[in-house]
C-alpha cells in the first residue's frame, strides 16, 4: 500500500510560474524525499528533508515538512519546459529501514 | 562513475512463461532496491538487500518472485509463470549503505506479458 497521498493529481502551468504540489502521509517518518519521473522510466532524486527539519531549499526547489500534520509541500520556483515530469514524494518510515514509501505523484505540465 | 543498469529494458512474454530482469547497481553500493511501477498500483517496494542478504521481503507480491543478489553486487528479479497483472515497469535502486538516505535508480525494465 502506498504511504503517501499527493494533491493536486496533475498540475498545468506556464513557463515562470511557480508550482506547488503537497503530500501527506500517515506514520511516523525519518525522512521524506521528492523524486522527479520523465516519461514513465527511471527516478531522479531531488531533495531529502529529515522529521527534524521544517524547511529546505536546492536551487529553484523549497520543500517544507510539517510532521505534526504529516505532510509537505515542493515547491519549484520560476518553472521551466524541462520541469514539465511525475514529481513524488517517498518516506522512509521509522519502523521499515532503507525502503522508500512512494505517494501517487503528481504530473507537471509546464507550457512555454 | 556508470549509474544504476538494468536489462533488458523492454521484455514482452508469453504468460505462463518465467522471466529474468537484471540489475547492476552502482559500485561499491551495499544496498539494493527492487520497486514496481504499475498504472493501477502505483510505485511498490518488492525486496531490498543489504549485501547479500534481503531482511526484508514483504513487498513481493506472490511466491512467483523471487530475488537475489551475489558478490554484493549485480540482482536478478525472477518471476515464474508470469501472469498479465505482472505486467508493469521494474524498478532498481541502489544506495552507499542501508541509511535511508537518497537512492539511485535505474531507467527501468518493461515487462508486458500477453
Known amino acids: 500500500s502506498q504511504q503517501g497521498e499527493e494533491d493536486p493529481q496533475a498540475l498545468s502551468i506556464q513557463e515562470g510560474e511557480n508550482a506547488t504540489m503537497n503530500c501527506s502521509y500517515k506514520t511516523s517518518i525519518n525522512n521524506l524525499q521528492w523524486y522527479r519521473q520523465n516519461s514513465g522510466r527511471g527516478l531522479v532524486h531531488l531533495i531529502l528533508?529529515?522529521?527534524?527539519?521544517r524547511e529546505k531549499h536546492s536551487g529553484r526547489l523549497r520543500v517544507t515538512l510539517d510532521t505534526s500534520k504529516k505532510s509537505s509541500s515542493l515547491l519549484i520556483t520560476a518553472s521551466r519546459a524541462a520541469d514539465t515530469a511525475s514529481y513524488f514524494c517517498?518516506?522512509?518510515?521509522?519502523?521499515?529501514?532503507?525502503?522508500?514509501?512512494f505517494g501517487a505523484g503528481t504530473q507537471v505540465v509546464v507550457t512555454p | 562513475g556508470a549509474g544504476v543498469s538494468q536489462s533488458p529494458s523492454n521484455k514482452v512474454t508469453e504468460k505462463g512463461k518465467d522471466v529474468e530482469l537484471r540489475c547492476d547497481p552502482i559500485?561499491?553500493?551495499?544496498?539494493l532496491y527492487w520497486y514496481r511501477q504499475s498504472l493501477g498500483q502505483g510505485l511498490e517496494f518488492l525486496i531490498y538487500f543489504q549485501g547479500n542478504s534481503a531482511p526484508d521481503k514483504s513487498g513481493l507480491p506472490s511466491d512467483r518472485f523471487s530475488a537475489e543478489r551475489t558478490g554484493g553486487s549485480v540482482s536478478t528479479l525472477t518471476i515464474q509463470r508470469t501472469q498479465q497483472e505482472d505486467s508493469a515497469v521494474y524498478l532498481c535502486a541502489s544506495s552507499l549503505v542501508l541509511a535511508g538516505d537518497q537512492q539511485f535508480f535505474g531507467p527501468g525494465t518493461r515487462l508486458t506479458v500477453l
Open positions: 517517498a518516506t522512509v518510515r521509522t519502523d521499515s529501514w532503507g525502503k522508500l514509501q
Open positions: 528533508i529529515r522529521s527534524n527539519e
Open positions: 559500485s561499491g553500493h551495499t544496498a
